[in-house]
DNA sequence: TTGAAAACGGAGGCAGCCTCCGTATATTGC
DNA sequence: GCAATATACGGAGGCTGCCTCCGTTTTCAA
């Protein structure tokens, strides 16, 4: 159960040649072209539409992604590593820890807000069962669990919180409306939410 | 703002004629296939699938109702009625209340959950703005209300639980997973929350 | 340099969306 | 009943998107 397909044999199904320069351009050409797409027309975008403005046939987007879900959820997984690796640099950086948490939360609710079709792709994060979505959830869950973890050793959240709750507040928040002007009004509520966070040592813990 | 269309002239842009009786009957079967479609496939249903199963053309669909969301709106008014009726059957019957209720929201997830395209149109019930949900949203939730009435003057139920908050609950079921059984998890779930819901003389209420 | 593995790209077949308009039919006035 | 006409019907047709298939082109490595 260990190793499917990353360790046994390390070169076996693919040890004939390295791959070709132009897949590797074109692959690259797509994710960020649909990257595009999706984020003006949502999950349904034509995925010609894809293929025309990353300048390649529809044949090559249908050898590298085989189905609008494997090419969405590449487009995804590129996401989710922006998100971990703004998480790595906000927490290595000299950043205050509250104010990382806090600057973590706005830009992935920028990033789920602009990229309205992501929505769809990051509600699962919470309870679904599509292999790439548990895994992305868990490491989403986990570079916010170090940045909560950091906060907490500097004493500057209350300890009766989760990364869980957290993360269920920004997307339930993110989730519901998409009015005009919803966005700025998210992050408003979220930063509310994050000064609550902060440590106040009158105030009991929440009742759970 | 009160007569843009109803009061002010009871009949002045049909006053014509009466309507033509293949034009009702062509209407009643494009509601009833188009049930029956997008019960199956879902909101994204073909709209010429709902046509052929209708036995008509697929010009008449669209001259009854001009866009997908007209015929959605239209089914989805009408099994909102159905709804509405059956909470008035269980209100004036000789059902016990809270049996009632239970009754009612079995019935609504059944609904909801047999026709998985009618979860996208009841979960605005909730909080959107189109017109036609603000209005059914209104109609289920004053139902259900009569029915918590009815129980809450029976005494057959807590007092701080409103028709909003059960209805998030339903909702909030409902809308999560669609894994295989779920419909079977939801009611049960569901029926634990009804028998939380009877009254408890020694527990305190909700802390809200 | 050259051959073949790998990738490209788009034509083509299919399905759904929606419009348009010639044809069919119900209703009304006589 | 019968004609006149308002009304509704239906599907062809133009368009777009989905996806497959295969002849052509490019890249890698010997």
Chains 1, 2 share one sequence.
Not at 58 to 85: C, K, M, N, S, W
Not at 117 to 133: K, N, R, T
Request: glycine share 6%; proline share 5%; net charge neutral.
């Amino acid at each position: 159960m260990e190793d499917l397909v990353t360790s046994s044999e390390p070169c076996d199904d693919t040890p004939k040649r390295k791959p070709r320069a132009d897949s590797v351009r074109n692959r690259a050409r797509l994710l960020a072209a649909a990257a595009d797409v999706f984020r003006a027309g949502g999950p349904d975008a034509s995925l010609e539409a894809v293929a025309r403005s990353a300048g390649v046939g529809i044949g090559t987007l249908y050898r590298h992604f085989p189905t609008r879900e494997a090419l969405f959820q590449a487009v995804y997984r590129r996401e989710v590593d922006e998100l971990v690796e703004l998480a790595r640099r906000l927490g290595d950086g000299d950043t205050a820890p509250l104010e990382a948490i806090r600057a973590w939360l706005r830009a992935s609710v920028r990033m789920v807000a602009t990229k309205k079709g992501m929505i769809a792709a990051l509600a699962p994060a919470v309870d679904a069962s599509a292999e790439i979505y548990v895994d992305s959830a868990a490491r989403i869950r986990g570079c916010l669990a170090r940045l909560l973890e950091r906060a907490r050793a500097a004493g500057q959240v209350r300890e009766d919180i989760t990364p869980d709750e957290i993360l269920r507040v920004m997307i339930g928040l993110a989730y519901s409306r998409d009015q005009l002007g919803w966005q700025e009004s998210v992050v408003r509520l979220l930063d509310i939410f994050v000064d609550g966070l902060a440590t106040h040592p009158d105030r009991p813990p929440l009742s759970t």
